[in-house]
T-cell receptor, first 110, second 113 residues
């Protein structure tokens, strides 16, 4: 069945460092791909999305490109802030459900 | 901006009791979903609902669970006889079509004692 694999955390970075969180997927067809963010004690917020191959989703300085050839959707940000500390979930939309990766916790130190 | 709302934010119950978690999806959305997240673990799909019927359900969604859209605005998840392992955060979501992204509510934290 469809699945999402993302890098294990936690990831600890200093402020202004470059962030990459790897995500790969297995799916039949070409699903829409998403990154969701969960801040401490809060729900899931859609961070960005891409609906077809080579699409780049972007929001709040975060970017991810839908790579069909490598079945990947890696999340990047050029300069992280303390306020970016959260859990990041890669996900795909398959049929009637969203399938999530395990989540990657990011800590950003001042 | 329209959003999905859920009540209560936190529910504490005794093992064996029935609980009903409530959700108000975005008003023009037609597809509704429940997910759960056991503390520190991944978000898991429970059930999808469209046109007053279950569209898909996971193996987690056994006979102890049921969903209902009792009126034009609410969408509920009932757990008939709660177990300790039902303790989790439960998220409601909705989407305009099954191909669109799902918008999630803030969640209800269920604690079963």
């Amino acid at each position: 069945g469809d699945s999402v694999t993302q890098m294990e955390g936690p990831v600890t970075l200093s402020e202004e460092a470059f962030l990459t969180i790897n995500c790969t997927y297995t799916a039949t067809g070409y699903p829409s791909l998403f990154w969701y963010v969960q801040y401490p004690g809060e729900g899931l917020q859609l961070l960005l999305k891409a609906t077809k191959a080579d699409d780049k989703g972007s929001n709040k300085g975060f970017e991810a490109t839908y790579r069909k050839e490598t079945t990947s959707f890696h999340l990047e940000k050029g300069s992280v802030q303390v306020s970016d500390s959260a859990v990041y979930f890669c996900a795909l939309l398959g049929g009637f459900k969203t399938i999530f990766g395990a989540g990657t916790r990011l800590f950003v130190k001042a | 901006e329209p959003e999905v709302t859920q009540t209560p934010s936190h529910q504490v119950t005794q093992m064996g009791q029935e609980v009903i978690l409530r959700c108000v999806p975005i008003s023009n959305h037609l597809y509704f979903y429940w997910y759960r997240q056991i503390l520190g673990q991944k978000v898991e799909f429970l059930v999808s609902f469209y046109n007053n019927e279950i569209s898909e359900k996971s193996e987690i969604f056994d006979d102890q669970f049921s969903v209902e859209r009792p009126d034009g605005s609410n969408f509920t998840l009932k757990i008939r006889s709660t177990k300790l392992e039902d303790s989790a955060m439960y998220f409601c979501a909705s989407s305009a079509t099954y191909r669109d992204e799902q918008f999630f509510g803030p969640g209800t934290r269920l604690t079963v004692l």
